[in-house]
């Protein structure tokens, strides 16, 4: 499939930057082929695709979470390809799993106190949970319910929260409105931009909604067959007709 | 108030349970029977192995039906340090258990490759080999196993120094220090329940990808809670060694020494610290009881105690899951006391 032309932008000074990524499942089936892109300190950048385009994937190779066979990852201009994925979480760099993937049987409090735990003393973890606890009140209110009893909305804020206590640089979320009622997606990505106009936390957000996506994002990338087809600003992708057809259905 | 209330609770049960245990062997020790002292040591040990297998199995989540292997090398290297170099057994537990946690690493680190049940199948199999080595292995005297020689220690304090208890008190003085144990046991997995590590334990039972998602390292975390049970196991074995006065490969690596802790540990709770002992309380009495009044009439034999644990099992699996220590006791409590659960919700609750 031929991509549109793409528009330079430099990626000097990249928090994130992914080169010629290729990730492989088995004997040579590829996820990934040849997967560059990047995102800088303080942007919020969109991954789209359809399911089976590798978006998950992705998000797993900058987490640490799956091996890539060849291609660079740096994070804040060093190499971080061969670091664990604890040592990705030190220096910064979070996931928000799809399907949330709490600690069900352990408090809210607790869950989000785990978040801290690689990264954060004693001292800074009230502090933390403040921060959360203003971003998501409602988890304040649920703090010693267990996570299993929360509804979707509600678990989904838990996990946006958990990967916030590590105090990272750069936040991933993996579909984060996946099977939440329509007035609680709402509610987390008004959190999430708020927490970005707050804070510039750099994000980079997976999502099936595409047009909330863009709307929250100011670049975007689209996934197709584990390749990036096509990049730009939110603008031109939702001008772009690949995107107009394939994922607002115009 | 209603969290300090049941706190307090709580605490009284410890108390009671505490002082029950302690007093349980003092009458018994006038008539001069001591069969239910022993009776008392086997339910201590085993709860004290159910603690621990709690650590591996309902904390971390991985299920390990291998834990008597540790038990073996506890009991072995203390019997051996013992009986060639004259060692104390207290130091002799000590070194079993640093034994065990140190082989328990090393076996159990590329074991946590597996998950779900290929990881207990893999406890399985290291037990499996285990057998023959202890069966041939020639510096441990093989088959024959190790006898421990009585040294003949004076009064309470060389008995309990030499862990060698004779004559009238032998059965007494087994009761007491497996009772120390099982509340050391206990006081020292409180602490780990409450720290970080209990919690990154639960964390990858719950959710391995969510755990490592947060800077979690599993396998390393897996490999910790499986050496803290191999730890309990080992001072578990000494003890027995030392009781049973003889170290032997098919008394050590029996598979009772883990299928009793784990079924302690599935019908009082798993997870929950007390679960293995309220387990053990109910379930070693019904095999020793069976085996031992049955006798010899139409239903002695072996087994009868093992079709009864079978019916138990399933009653516990099928009704709750999770234990009887999961059974709302609190606000059973709350109505005999004859204050209305729902009223307090409404009152000054």
């Not at chain 1, 987490?63 to 040592?87: H, K, N, Q, T, Y």
């Not at chain 1, 001292?123 to 403040?130: G, K, Q, S, T, V």
């Not at chain 2, 018994?28 to 085993?46: A, K, P, R």
């Not at chain 2, 990858?204 to 975390?221: T, V």
Request: aromatic content about 8%; proline content about 5%.
């Amino acid at each position: 499939m031929g991509a549109e032309p793409a528009p330079p932008v430099s990626r000097d000074g990249a928090l994130l930057d992914m080169r010629d990524v290729e990730v492989a499942y088995g004997a040579g089936v590829l996820a990934l082929q040849g997967v560059s892109l990047h995102v800088r300190p303080g942007e919020i950048v969109a991954l789209i695709g359809a399911n089976g385009a590798g978006k998950t994937t992705l998000l797993k190779t900058i987490a640490g979470l799956v091996a890539p066979r060849s291609g660079e990852i740096r994070f804040a201009g060093r190499p971080i390809g061969d670091l664990e994925a604890p040592d990705r979480v030190r220096l910064g760099v979070a996931l928000v799993p799809e399907g949330r993937r709490l600690f069900s049987r352990l408090t809210v409090a607790e869950n989000l106190t785990l978040g801290t735990f690689t990264n954060a003393e004693a001292a800074h973890r009230r502090e933390m949970l403040d921060r959360v606890y203003t971003l998501f009140p409602v988890l304040r209110e649920r703090a010693r319910q267990r996570a299993g009893t929360l509804s979707g909305g509600e678990g989904q804020m838990l996990a946006i929260a958990r990967a916030l206590m590590s105090r990272p640089r750069f936040l991933m979320l993996d579909e984060p409105s996946l099977g939440i009622m329509p007035r609680l997606v709402d509610a987390i990505l008004e959190a999430l931009a708020r927490l970005h106009r707050a804070e510039g936390l750099a994000m980079f957000l997976v999502e099936q909604n595409v047009p909330a996506a863009l709307e929250l994002a100011t670049r975007g990338y689209v996934l197709q067959t584990g390749r990036v087809v096509l990049e730009g600003t939110s603008r031109d992708l939702l001008g772009s007709e690949l995107v107009r057809k394939a994922y607002l259905g115009m | 108030m209603d969290g300090s209330s049941g706190r307090r609770r709580a605490r009284l049960a410890l108390a009671a349970g505490v002082l029950l245990g302690l007093a349980y062997p003092i009458p018994l020790q006038w008539s001069g029977y001591t069969y239910f002292h022993t009776v008392g040591f086997l339910v201590l040990i085993n709860a004290m192995l159910g603690v621990g297998w709690n650590v591996i199995g309902g904390w971390a989540g991985q299920f390990d039906f291998g834990p008597q292997v540790f038990f073996a090398i506890g009991a072995y290297t203390a019997a051996i340090l013992f009986v060639h170099v004259g060692l104390s057994p207290w130091l002799g537990m000590l070194a079993g258990v640093l034994a065990a946690m140190g082989i328990c690493a090393l076996v159990t680190y590329p074991l946590t490759r597996l998950r779900g049940h290929y990881f207990a199948i893999s406890t399985v199999a290291i037990w499996m080999i285990a057998q023959p080595i202890g069966a041939t292995w020639e510096f441990i005297n093989g088959s024959r196993g190790l006898f421990i020689p009585m040294q003949g220690a004076q009064g309470v304090l060389g008995a309990t120094a030499s862990l060698q208890f004779a004559g009238r008190t032998k059965a007494l003085g087994y009761y007491y220090v497996a009772f120390g144990l099982l509340g050391l046991t206990l006081w020292l997995l409180r602490l780990v329940e409450h720290s970080k590590l209990g919690f990154y334990f639960r964390a990858i039972r719950d959710d391995q990808e969510g755990a490592e998602g947060i800077g979690i390292d599993s396998r390393l975390y897996k490999v910790i809670a499986r050496s803290i049970t191999a730890a309990v196991f080992a001072a578990g074995g000494v003890l027995y060694g030392f009781w049973a006065l003889a170290v032997f490969p098919e008394q050590v690596l029996d598979l009772n020494w883990s299928t009793l802790p784990i079924m302690a540990t599935v019908v009082g709770g798993i997870g929950r610290l007390w679960g293995p002992v309220l387990g053990a309380v109910i379930l070693i009495p019904i095999s020793q009881i069976m085996s031992t009044t049955l006798g010899t009439g139409p239903l002695a034999g072996r087994g009868i105690d093992l079709i009864v644990y079978g019916v138990i099992i399933v009653l516990i699996a099928a009704l709750r899951p999770t234990g009887i220590l999961s059974l709302p006791w609190s606000r059973w409590a709350r109505r005999l006391a004859g204050r209305p659960a729902s009223g307090r919700l409404v009152g000054h609750g």
